[in-house]
């Protein structure tokens, strides 16, 4: 099945998003960050759901907050780690009442980051213990994943991206988890968890680390449940629209039967570029 994030077309409230892409016959809509609360969000969201007979996935950082936080379970930070945990739980009690039955959300991060640090450059000077974060985040992730569990929602989890600008920052040190096959095994010996796997995260964390794209692709492509899709020039995350002959287009078409798992396209662009991007990849 094919998914479209909200995050694909940027207005401040996320049912201009969801009425705009179900005006244009795309019912099934990934939930995710990159718009402002507001009191009436939940109503809102089941009203369009009940008017266009929508279909809800439930990714990251949503739904939003009054005022933002920093989403990360492998936080040394206690009140960081308190927060993202509560977020999780308000998340789940929230998908609940929507009935939407699938979370995705993020490997953590061995840093302490700003909230307007995310997807761009982190100049932190904070750095956490390595095993300490990695306690922390399974312990959080453990007790989220059993919360899920109670309440029929199937849980994924998604690797990060590692730009060449953040390395550099990081004096050449990987301060995140699970950006490529080397770090998801380190994380697959002390969790058990179904991948979400980012090709667009992929294809810039291979290059910074300076990997092969496609041997990346060819250990991870048949591990993921699901995947997220958009391209980019393999130095940022740039979200951009699909190309037929990009590297991540023909990865993805290599190493998966696109009937037979669950996408979501992360494409940044307007309602023709979101279409395309859709025959393409169906096609």
């Known amino acids: 099945m094919i998914y479209v994030s909200s995050s694909c077309l940027k207005n401040k409230y996320i049912v201009e998003t969801v009425r705009q892409l179900a005006e244009h016959g795309i019912k099934n809509?990934?939930?995710?960050?990159?718009?402002?609360?507001?009191?009436?969000?939940?109503?809102?969201?089941?009203?369009?759901?009940?008017?266009?007979?929508?279909?809800?996935?439930?990714?990251?950082?949503?739904?939003?907050?009054?005022?933002?936080?920093?989403?990360?379970?492998?936080?040394?930070?206690?009140?960081?780690?308190?927060?993202s945990i509560q977020h999780y739980k308000d998340c789940i009690a929230f998908l609940n009442r929507l009935e939407i039955r699938t979370l995705s959300i993020h490997?953590?991060?061995?840093?302490?980051?700003s909230s307007d640090e995310i997807g761009k450059l982190i100049k932190t000077n904070t750095i956490y213990n390595k095993e300490n974060s990695y306690e922390r985040f399974i312990c959080a992730y453990e007790n989220i994943r059993e919360l899920?569990?109670?309440?029929?929602?199937?849980?994924?989890?998604?690797?990060?991206?590692?730009?060449?600008?953040?390395?550099?920052?990081?004096?050449?040190?990987?301060?995140?988890?699970?950006?490529?096959?080397?770090?998801i095994a380190e994380m697959k010996k002390k969790l058990e968890f179904n991948l979400?796997?980012?090709?667009?995260?992929?294809?810039?964390?291979?290059?910074?680390?300076?990997?092969?794209f496609q041997e990346e692709c060819e250990k991870l492509g048949r591990e993921a449940g699901w995947i997220h899709v958009s391209d980019n020039n393999g130095v940022k995350d740039l979200h951009l629209p699909l190309n037929q002959k990009s590297e991540i287009m023909k990865e993805v078409k290599r190493n998966h039967r696109i009937e037979d798992i669950n996408i979501t396209l992360e494409t940044v662009g307007t309602i023709k570029e979101i279409s395309d991007s859709i025959h393409l990849i169906s096609g």
């Open 107 to 113: 490997a953590g991060f061995f840093i302490e980051i």
């Open 196 to 212: 979400l796997l980012d090709y667009g995260h992929l294809y810039v964390s291979s290059g910074t680390l300076g990997l092969s």
């Open 29 to 83: 809509i990934e939930l995710s960050g990159g718009t402002e609360y507001y009191d009436d969000l939940e109503n809102d969201l089941k009203r369009q759901q009940r008017i266009y007979g929508l279909n809800y996935t439930c990714h990251a950082y949503f739904p939003p907050h009054k005022n933002d936080i920093v989403v990360n379970l492998a936080s040394c930070n206690d009140d960081i780690y308190r927060e």
């Open 148 to 183: 899920c569990l109670q309440n029929d929602i199937r849980l994924y989890l998604e690797n990060n991206v590692l730009s060449e600008e953040n390395y550099r920052q990081f004096r050449y040190r990987n301060y995140l988890m699970m950006t490529d096959s080397g770090t």
